[in-house]
């Protein structure tokens, strides 16, 4: 008997909650979620309602279809309390928890089924105005005082030194050669939900500055309306440098995203905002160099990366230069980025 209580006393509920199905966050959700059983425990999962036939959930959480429950369009703390006590939680897991910071300031805490752990995705340490990030690093210590909170922040997955509450940005990758480039040819690839934010106009006048036959530009994922007019000028773009554009405008699965990564010669990154990259993780993982340019935490990643990693500024000709120099540049030697299951763990607490 004492055998088996001991037993039972490992298996746990894990609770995962997440109201936006943007981004990177359902494939958090699932990356705890593999984790958590692969260990033993139960796994219920409570989204908001934006995220019930998004495209990112068929992507990531289709097979956890009979565990996952849906709520309101944004999740409320209430909600979210009622739930864990129905399904009596031993520990509720939300991965973008930035929103939720001061609603748990106002209850004085977690009043739901087991402890509640919150994961900050734009910590302090990213924000560039000094009152901003002096606030918000207020409210994080305030918070994670509360009763029965924990609040982790979201650091890069190349951080060599992550602080007690912080948690590296997991990174994993498959390797595929089925979307290889042709032999003799050099892959620039630019991946992810391409927005504004990523500059696709800048990378693609940097590549077209190469003049350079023997290589490809990649834009895989989906394209922002407001940058589909720039994707469908680019082939006429580049061909005047004798560049081929390929472009592959869906949903990608992880291992479709890792494949393009791995077989990539150059990854570009090019954008001012501030906070860990996926992206560059796995070109890490990979051995692939890294262009990036523009926000400061690309630089301290290239940085820790050392060869293979360039940083500039968010300047065609710049950029350019710095694509020649990667490309001359034998493949970067892989760097051991954070794994999922550090990441699962971490943010379970178990």
């Known amino acids: ?4 209580a001991v037993g039972q006393s490992h298996c746990a509920v894990v609770l995962i909650v997440e109201s936006n199905p943007s981004g990177h966050r359902l494939s958090y959700v699932r990356v705890i979620a593999d984790q958590a059983r692969s260990d033993g425990h139960a796994v219920r999962i409570l989204l908001g309602g934006r995220c019930e036939g998004h495209e990112n959930f068929g992507l ?3 097979q956890y279809d009979c565990v996952v429950s849906f709520g309101g369009e944004n999740l409320s703390i209430g909600e979210m309390e009622q739930f864990s006590l129905r399904v009596n939680a031993t520990v509720v897991v939300v991965p973008d928890g930035d929103t939720l910071l001061v609603p748990l300031l106002r209850r004085a805490g977690w009043s739901g089924g087991g402890r509640v752990r919150l994961l900050v995705m734009r910590a302090p340490r990213f924000e560039t105005r000094g009152l901003r990030r002096f606030v918000k690093s207020m409210v994080i210590w305030v918070a994670a005082r509360a009763r029965r909170t924990t609040v982790l922040t979201l650091v890069s997955s190349v951080e060599p030194a992550p602080g007690h509450h912080e948690v590296r940005d997991p990174a994993r990758l498959v390797h595929d ?6 032999d003799g040819h050099h892959r620039i690839l630019m991946i992810g939900a391409i927005t504004p934010r990523k500059n696709p106009e800048l990378v693609i006048d940097s590549v077209a500055l190469l003049d350079r036959p023997d290589v490809e530009l990649v834009v895989a994922g989906t394209v922002a309306n407001s940058c589909a007019r720039t994707i469908a000028e680019a082939p006429d773009r580049l061909s005047r440098s004798g560049v081929k554009f390929v472009h592959d ?20 990154l090019a954008h001012s905002n501030n ?16 262009v990036a340019a523009g926000a400061p935490s690309l630089r301290a990643d290239c940085d820790v ?10 300047r065609a000709p710049d950029i350019a230069a710095a694509i020649e120099r990667a490309l001359a540049t034998r493949g970067a030697k892989p760097f051991p980025a954070a794994t999922e299951s550090e990441f699962a763990r971490k943010m379970m607490g178990l």
Not at 177 to 182: D, I, L, N
Not at 249 to 268: G, K, M, N, Q, T
């Open 1 to 4: 008997m004492a055998a088996a």
């Open 60 to 62: 990531h959480l289709s």
């Open 177 to 182: 050669q089925r979307v290889a480039p042709p």
């Open 249 to 268: 405008a869906r949903p990608l699965s992880d291992d479709e995203f890792d494949a393009y990564v791995s077989s990539s010669s150059v990854v570009v």
């Open 275 to 290: 906070g860990p990259s996926g992206v560059l993780a796995k070109a890490a993982l990979a051995g692939v160099n890294v």
């Open 305 to 314: 990366l050392g060869n293979g990693a360039e940083w500039t500024s968010l």
